[in-house]
């Protein structure tokens, strides 16, 4: 008895641990486009370590801090990143490549003695978590003939005359649903058609800048540009998927265009915001009950 207590105490544990990586959301991390952590050193005590080695251990710790995020990031509707880690081996090997390379920034030691190193580990770019993941994809292995991010294979059929629309900025309000942002975010229609994921853009353009950015102020979603340059586009989320956007009926084939265009020249002035509101809660728990059938018919004697 007393190892099946222990047993269920331990299943509980992950469980909510489990949970609680599944519902991580920082939204300064999606509005900064970037993972910010401090790393702590220093044995003032001890005068055997240096003062370079205590900054290396800093540094060390920061970078622990900024790979434990990173695995928990949203990667798409259904995955984090540590639920892909063990698809590719050339995972690992260009996350850590990024981790290297991120900006690192010391701060003198305090009257304890502990020294702080901050990480900034950008998500889009060239060298970043974006560029890592997906490459890293692209990089199948023989018993793995689909990635995990092969969404992009199949598209809404688009007339080819039709022409692109003139607004630079593609503005999604999202800010009624409980939606959650994630790395590789993709447009449905209400049929359930893709639309658009970075994914689509040419190789040698992805990550020179991002395609989706995200905001919780629309004012500074419509901030920079002229009213006709930019457009909002009616869009609802699913409660079985919070992380994928449906577009509304009335507004797909111009947001449909507009994604064309961005593919086709992903280094002009064009760019998805999604608006969204991270204060309303995502419903979790159990399904409700359901209500016994009210009976219509006498019982037969």
Same mark, same amino acid.
């Given at each position: ?29 999606? @509005? ?24 290396? #251990? ?71 978590? #974006? ?63 893709? @639309? ?21 102020? @629309? ?40 994604? #064309? ?8 002035? #064009? ?31």
């Amino acid at each position: 008895m007393k190892f099946a207590a222990k047993l269920a105490l331990i299943i509980c544990f992950f469980s909510a641990c489990s949970l609680r990586a599944d519902t991580f959301i920082e939204p300064e991390v999606f @509005i900064g486009q970037k993972i910010e952590v401090y790393g702590l050193a220093g044995i003032p005590w001890d005068s055997e370590y240096s003062q370079d080695e205590e900054r290396s #251990r800093a540094w060390m710790d920061a970078l622990h801090h900024a790979y434990e995020k990173a695995l928990s990031l949203p990667l798409m509707e259904g995955k984090l990143v540590r639920h892909v880690m063990q698809t590719n081996a050339a995972l690992k090997e260009r996350l850590g490549l990024v981790l290297m390379s991120a900006p690192k920034f010391f701060q003198q030691a305090d009257a304890s003695g502990l020294i702080r190193c901050r990480v900034e580990l950008p998500l889009t770019g060239k060298l970043s978590v #974006r560029s890592a993941l997906y490459l890293a994809a692209m990089r199948q292995q023989p018993l793995e003939p689909l990635s995990f991010l092969a969404s992009w294979s199949a598209g809404l059929n688009i007339d080819e005359k039709a022409p692109a629309p003139k607004f630079k900025r593609a503005i999604v309000d999202l800010r009624a649903f409980a939606y959650e942002p994630s790395l590789f975010p993709r447009f449905f229609d209400t049929s359930g058609m893709l @639309i658009f994921q970075e994914s689509m853009v040419p190789a040698g353009e992805r990550f020179s800048r991002p395609a989706v950015r995200f905001e919780t102020d @629309i004012r500074r979603a419509r901030a920079s540009l002229k009213e006709e340059e930019t457009m909002t586009i009616s869009a609802h989320i699913s409660k079985l998927a919070l992380r994928d956007i449906s577009i509304e009926h009335s507004d797909v084939d111009v947001f449909a265009r507009f994604c #064309r265009e961005l593919v086709r020249n992903p280094l002009q002035d #064009r760019e998805i915001v999604v608006v969204f509101n991270p204060k309303i809660p995502r419903q979790r728990g159990s399904l409700g009950k359901t209500e016994a059938k009210a009976e219509t018919e006498e019982k037969s004697k």
